[in-house]
């Protein structure tokens, strides 16, 4: 179930893979494997 998202510090898009529906939020704290931290990841849709 990949989700669009794109981190909020570095810009970078990628694909969150999650179980539960996330549509409802507006973002997402996750970790950036570029970032190398936690961030708030902005949440574009869903990819089908
Ligand atoms: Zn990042």
Redesign the pocket.
């Known amino acids: 179930m990949p989700w669009k998202v794109k ?1 909020n ?2 810009g ?1 898009q990628w694909e969150l893979g999650v179980s539960f529906d996330i549509g409802k939020q507006k973002v997402i704290y996750q970790y ?1 494997s ?2 190398k931290k936690n ?1 708030f990841n902005e949440i574009l849709g869903y990819e089908d």
């Open positions: 981190c510090s570095c970078t950036c570029v970032c961030t």
